[in-house]
């Protein structure tokens, strides 16, 4: 875990955002993909909470959790509906929440953070499932590696730690999490 730097962040903040760099953390952790690989990736979240989403994905990655790829919301700057179709898991990115251009997302803060979005879409308040990639995943009882439930251990851990879970609200964001 290190700070920060502003081209760390090159892409996703934008003047007017409510925290900046020095208010982040860069982490660099290991990973398993979907076919098992280990890898390493990159989130990027508030400095408060870094030292919590370290473990989080620790435990994650100790019970066998699968993530596709984690890489710095840079690579696609800062777009999040191509970001989502990547299948990306990310946290930082100083944004609109998509589908809903009045509310600014807690992207923005870096206390959220999507994790395999394609086999954990999205309804945003427009009704619209995002990504349009990952419309198979809708049906939630498709058993598939990297799909989020609420008996995943990557959602207890969160949930244990006071965080919250977007796969229980009305419009359902299977991917979303925010750190407590």
Known sequence: MRAT???????????????????????????RTYTGQVRTGVLIVAREHASS?????????????????????NLWKGDDVQMMAAD?????????VTGNAS????HSYGTAIDVNTRRNP???ANDVWYPSNGSRWIDRSVDDVGVIRSS??????????????GGTWADPDYQH????
């Open 177 to 180: 999490f925010e750190v407590g």
């Open 5 to 31: 730097t502003a081209d760390d962040v090159r892409y996703t903040y934008r003047p007017g955002c409510p925290v900046g760099a020095s208010d982040l953390r860069t982490i660099t952790m290991t990973y």
């Open 152 to 165: 995943s251990t990557i959602t207890r851990a969160l949930l244990r730690s006071g965080g919250i879970w």
């Open 103 to 106: 509310g600014l997302s807690p």
């Open 122 to 124: 999205y309804r945003a």
């Open 88 to 96: 990306n898991t990310s946290a930082f990115n100083c944004r609109q």
């Open 53 to 73: 989403v370290v473990g989080l994905f620790r435990q994650a990655f100790e019970a066998g959790f699968r993530i596709n790829r984690m890489d710095n919301p």
